[in-house]
């Protein structure tokens, strides 16, 4: 079992910046390769992007391509999402996930079992 924490979430002008956290306890953190995904209201749980364990190699959807950039520390057991040029479709509620899938960066929601409770990012514009 793996329990993760997200938090950095908050209210940002578009064009603005936020950087997310996610806080992992449990089992060996390095094992698992960590998604992170959003939800805005109404719609479906989208990718947003993924890290290898090693956190050698990293995949982001085009929407946020170039403007988002995912990092993880194994020693501390944390994965974060650095967000900039914000707009206004940035805004979700915003999920950090972990897989034991074989695939290094796993970008379906059902390859991760291990979810966090969110954090809310408002982009206003």
């Known amino acids: 079992q793996v329990q993760l924490v997200e938090s950095g979430g908050g209210l940002v002008q578009a064009g603005g910046s936020l950087r997310l956290s996610c806080a992992a306890s449990?089992?060996?953190?390095?094992?698992?390769?960590m998604g992170w995904f959003r939800q805005a209201p109404g719609k479906e749980r989208d990718f947003v992007g993924a890290?290898?364990?090693?956190?050698?190699?990293?995949y982001l959807a085009d929407s946020v391509k170039g403007r988002f950039t995912i990092s993880r520390d194994n020693a501390k057991n944390t994965v974060d999402l650095q967000m900039v040029s914000l707009k206004p479709e940035d805004t979700a509620v915003y999920y950090c996930?972990?897989?034991?899938?074989?695939?290094?960066?796993?970008?379906?929601?059902?390859?991760?079992?291990?979810w966090g409770q969110g954090t809310q990012v408002t982009v206003s514009s």
């Open positions: 890290i290898t364990r090693s956190g050698g190699s990293t």
């Open positions: 449990g089992r060996t953190f390095s094992n698992y390769a």
């Open positions: 996930a972990a897989s034991s899938a074989l695939r290094d960066l796993p970008n379906r929601f059902y390859e991760y079992p291990y």
